[in-house]
Structures are given as C-alpha cells and as structure tokens.
C-alpha cells in the first residue's frame, strides 16, 4: 500500500469581496499516495488554483485541515510553516517567475540556499537537474536568453532542488505553445514513471488531465466526478484523426509570489 503524501480534510476557503463574503472551497476532502499523478480540473472560478495553494501551504484556510507527510501544516506558525513548505513542497506556475539577474544554474540553485544548505551541493544538483530536464548546455544562460519552453524547464528544475514530496503545477503548460506543451506534459510524466514524483497538476489541458493517474474535478467549491477522459471526448467530437497524446514510455520555494484567489 502506497504511502499517503497529501491529505486534506473539509477544507473552507472564504474571501471578503466588496464587504461580502465569498466562499471559495466548500469542504474538499482528498488523498494523494506517493507517488500519484492528480490532475486538478474544472471550470475557471471552481477554486483550483485555491485548492492547489492550501494544498502546498502558501494559503490559509478558513477551516479544514492539511497534512504532508503526516505534518499538519496550518498548526505551525508562518515561519515554521515557510520551512515546511520550503522543504516539502516544490513549485512550478505558469508565469515560471525565474529571477532575471541569475543564471539558470543559480535560480535552481536558489531554495537550497534559502533553507541554508551549502552552495558546493546545491550548485552540484542543480547542474544535476538542469541535465534532467535537457538543459545541460544551457546553466550559464540567463531567462532571458531562453525560449519560454526552456524557462519552464529551469522552473520544473528548481521546484526539484530540495526533493520535495509534492510537486505542485498550475496550468504549467497554460503560456506555451502546443508542441511545447506537449514536451513539457511528458516531462512531467517523466519525472513520475522514472523517479516515482508525486505530481498535482492544475489544467485545463485534456491531453493533460489524460495522463494523469486520477483526474479531481471542481465545480463551484466542490469535487464532483469526473467526466470521462477528456482529450478522448474532444477528439470524438472533432472526428480527429491525429494521434492525442504523444508518445510515451510505457508507464513504470522558494521565493514565490502568495496566491490569494484564482481559478
């Protein structure tokens, strides 16, 4: 039995928007088992992108509970909170919020400094890493002088650098182009099947949603079921004839902005 990574129990999340009270989750449980890929989907507005933040400790919730590893996380005051999730939990948005003064070596580099480690290691994993996700020749670039598919690379690099439990995404693929996208999906698929990562992702993607492990469908604060699989349905309904997914093998912070609302 796998163990369990992520657990989140009758989470409530409110806002107060022009004096009114606006609640955002509505008592969400779930599981994730080391080692799952959870694709997080639904309408714009449903609270996914709430639900990923409580998820990975950088937002509050009005009620429930959030545990990583068996840490509960909303007991521990902001600054042993910051460390948690620091240690735990990496981080990948669609915007890859890379500092544009360091190299790509250097912003990998970057959450292993901040919780203290020494540079020597942490210049070396991240060399490691740069080399995992393609970008061996690139680790003296800076972000500007890299593609936006390359960026999101360093982006997926750093979220590794203190081997996090959870590996958090949110629409990571939603500013790329398709094939870009698509190369950056089985990066992430990769990381899984090779490594045993436990990935949610939030996406409006379907190719996305379909290679995941389970698919979390929100609509309007709450789980609901899932529909059936998505890029499926939406190549049935265009009568497509290509191929959907790409081809795969076969199946085996910080320093990052809060997120106060969102989809």
Excluded: C
Excluded at 41 to 66: C, E, H, Y
Excluded at 125 to 148: D, W
Excluded at 245 to 251: G, Y
Aim: hydrophobic share 40%; charged share 25%; aromatic share 2%.
């Amino acid at each position: 039995m796998n163990k369990t990574v992520l657990e989140i129990r009758q989470v409530e999340k409110s806002f107060v928007v022009g004096g009114n009270r606006v609640q955002v989750l509505k008592g969400i449980d779930l599981t994730v088992s080391a080692g799952e890929v959870i694709a997080i989907m639904g309408p714009s507005g449903a609270g996914k992108t709430t639900l990923l933040s409580i998820a990975g400790g950088i937002m509050r919730p009005t009620a429930g509970t959030v545990r990583i590893a068996g840490q509960e996380l909303y007991t521990q005051n902001d600054e042993a909170l910051a460390g948690l999730r620091n240690r735990s939990v990496g981080f990948v948005f669609q915007m890859h919020y890379l500092l544009p003064e360091f190299t790509a070596e250097e912003n990998v580099m970057l959450p292993a400094l901040i919780t203290g480690g020494d540079r020597a290691p942490a210049r070396q994993r991240a060399r490691q890493l740069l080399e995992q996700v393609g970008l061996a020749g690139r680790t003296r670039h800076r972000p500007g002088e890299l593609s936006g598919g390359e960026q999101q690379r360093v982006a997926i690099a750093r979220a590794l650098q203190n081997q996090p439990a959870l590996l958090l995404a949110d629409e990571p693929t939603g500013d790329l182009d398709r094939a870009t996208a698509r190369e950056i999906q089985a990066l992430f698929i990769d990381l899984n099947r090779r490594q045993g990562q436990t990935v949610i992702m939030v996406t409006h993607n379907p190719e996305l949603g379909d290679l995941a492990d389970r698919i979390v469908m929100l609509e309007d604060g709450l789980v609901v079921l899932p529909p059936e699989p998505l890029a499926a349905k939406e190549a049935e309904t265009k009568g497509a004839g290509e191929d959907v997914l790409p081809d795969m093998p076969s199946r085996g912070s910080n320093g990052l902005p809060d997120r106060e609302h969102g989809g």
